[in-house]
């Protein structure tokens, strides 16, 4: 591929486009603009990239997944394939994704702060319960399900995911259980109900908070659970003890930097020989996280790798007794709430606008086909505090 600075000054945008794109998709395809149909790589096409709008060099040198994310939104760039088929044909190539750091600093590199950290968890979920409705399944599970046969529904794999973890806890009646990030709080309802357990969730969104507390109280769980406005890093000192700690995708919302800080609250509030299990987005080695999801869908989101969390735990007497990858149970649980999106975009867009439907589409779609070509996955840690020779010899399966 030659360089930016030999078509900025040979002048010819759409030459560069061209030989940017090749670089990046490892299949033959089209492109179309005013200028006509480029056919690019040996063999049949496998779709047609319609561009209404050039990109600048400038924006693609800058950040590939911004300048192509915003001119999809935008409607200047279109597929005539499906948006994930189109996407799982490439995303496994985004190494060769160009990423300026330093023009990206106000994007990649955000404040750590309490006040910062809250905008930014509820500038994601705090768009609407109503909304989430619309495309989650009936528990508003908002992560990886575990989808255990092929005619398992999402609302089915949901309550597997649920399940599995609480059965990892080996849960009993009477023991005290922390959600950290509890969402609307369908798993610690399950486990009160399921195991007598008492129960709080912490969350900073307003919205979860608001519906999870009604639940509480329609269902007649006020002696069991209880749900609080809190930040993580207020547990050290709250006072609290629980025998069983769980996180199911929070920790992506700590930034690197603080996951230290998150395994010492985790340890200010767990008694000893307790459980503690992370479910989180996991990469395999550590990046900064990719521009267009941190501009437009989570603000200070960052993915830690595997072998980062695990090298931490040991310093609070942490014990790693299982480790699961759930991969490809992301994969397709992201294809069941695109397919969900897909039957309601129409109402999103007349909501809250089309580059917004569009936005959640490919961001439903490009997490889907990250997942299956293990750019990121997804994965289950059990932890003891200090040894427990207490637990079951064999491994939940």
């Known amino acids: 591929m030659k360089s930016a ?24 395809f089209e ?15 496998r779709f047609t990239v319609t561009i209404k709008k050039m990109p600048s060099k400038k924006e693609l040198m800058t950040s590939t997944s911004l300048t192509l994310g915003e001119a999809y939104m935008r409607g200047d760039l279109e597929v005539d394939r499906d948006l994930y088929e189109v996407l799982d044909l490439f995303m496994g190539k985004m190494d060769k994704f160009t990423t300026d750091k330093n023009a990206l600093k106000s994007i990649i590199k955000t404040s750590m702060s309490k006040k910062n950290q809250r905008r ?35 609302y089915q794999a949901q309550i597997n995911k649920v399940d599995h973890i609480l059965e990892k806890l080996h849960l009993e009646k009477g023991m005290r259980l922390l959600d950290i990030g509890c969402g609307w709080g369908f798993l610690l309802k399950r486990a009160a109900k ?16 608001k519906k999870f507390q009604e ?39 700590v930034e690197r930097g603080n996951y230290e800080r998150f395994m010492r609250n985790v340890d200010a509030v767990l008694t000893p020989g307790g459980l503690f299990l992370l479910h989180y987005i996991s990469a395999l080695r550590e990046n900064p996280g990719d521009a267009w999801i941190r ?34 149970h992301y994969n397709k649980t992201l294809l069941c709430w695109r397919e969900n999106f897909r039957k309601c975009k129409d109402k999103v867009a007349a909501d809250k ?30 932890i003891s505090k200090g040894v427990n020779n207490d637990l079951p010899m064999l491994r939940v399966v």
Request: include cysteine; proline fraction near 3%; charged fraction near 25%.
């Open 295 to 328: 501009k437009y869908i989570f603000p200070g989101g960052t993915i830690p790798s595997l072998r980062e969390i695990i090298n931490i735990l040991p310093d609070y007497n942490f014990y790693t007794l299982d480790v699961e990858s759930l991969r490809r």
């Open 194 to 209: 399921k195991y007598g357990v008492h129960g709080v969730g912490i969350t900073l969104s307003e919205e979860q908070k």
């Open 353 to 382: 606008g089309e580059d917004f439907a569009r936005m959640w589409e490919l961001y439903l779609a490009s997490c889907a086909a990250t997942f299956r070509n293990g750019i990121i996955d997804l994965h289950q840690i059990l």
């Open 5 to 28: 600075l030999f078509y900025e000054r040979s002048g010819n945008l759409n030459q560069f486009i061209e030989n940017y794109l090749e670089n990046i998709i490892p299949v033959p």
């Open 120 to 154: 930014e968890v509820r500038s994601h979920y705090d768009i609407g319960n109503d909304f989430y409705e619309l495309w989650l399944d009936e528990t508003l599970s908002y992560s990886c399900g575990y989808f255990k046969t092929e005619e398992d529904t999402l």
């Open 31 to 45: 492109i179309e603009t005013s200028e006509g149909i480029s056919r690019l790589g040996e063999g049949v096409p």
């Open 215 to 253: 639940d509480i109280v329609r269902e007649g769980m006020t002696d069991l659970l209880e749900v609080r406005l809190l930040d993580y890093r207020e547990l050290e000192k709250s006072g609290m003890e629980f025998d069983r700690v769980v996180s199911v995708g929070m920790i992506e919302h």
